[in-house]
Nanobody, 131 residues
C-alpha cells in the first residue's frame, strides 16, 4: 500500500516532549517534501513544520516558537517531528503529508485548505498536552 503512518503521539504534561514519526510505505519518501499539520476542535488547520526533499530548506510556524524540530532518516523512510516544551495549545491531531515537486516549504505549510495539493496524507495521531 502507498501510505503514510504517524506514530509517537499520546498524553504528555506541559513542558514535556514527544517525537512524532511519519513512516512511508510503498514509495520513497526521500523524493518528497514532507509537512506536519495539526488541527484541534474549533481551530483552523495549521501548517506546523515542513521539510524539503533535499533537506535544504526547513519551515516552522511561529506558533511552535523554535520548540519543534523536523528531520529525516532516509534509511528508515521516515520523517520526524521532535516536540519539546509542549504547551496545552499544542493539543491537536497531527497529520503528516508528502508532496512531490513542491517548490518551497513555505508554500507547502501554507496549503492548509486544499488537501488534494498533497500526494499522500496520514490518518493523523492525537497529541494531548495536559496537567
Amino acid at each position: 500500500q502507498l501510505q503514510l503512518v504517524e506514530s509517537g503521539g499520546g498524553l504528555v504534561q506541559p513542558g514535556g516532549s514527544l517525537r512524532l514519526s511519519c513512516a512511508a510505505s510503498g514509495f520513497t519518501l526521500r523524493y518528497y517534501a514532507v509537512g506536519w499539520f495539526r488541527q484541534a476542535p474549533g481551530r483552523e488547520r495549521e501548517g506546523v513544520s515542513c521539510i524539503s526533499s533535499s533537506h535544504d530548506s526547513l519551515y516552522y510556524a511561529d506558533s511552535v516558537e523554535g520548540r519543534f524540530t523536523i528531520s529525516r532518516d532516509n534509511a528508515l523512510n521516515t520523517v520526524y517531528l521532535q516536540m519539546n516544551s509542549l504547551k496545552p495549545e499544542d493539543t491537536a491531531v497531527y497529520y503528516c503529508a508528502a508532496a512531490f515537486g513542491m517548490p518551497t516549504v513555505q508554500a507547502m505549510c501554507a496549503m492548509t485548505r486544499i488537501l488534494s495539493n498533497m500526494d499522500y496524507w496520514g490518518k493523523g495521531i492525537l497529541v494531548t498536552v495536559s496537567s
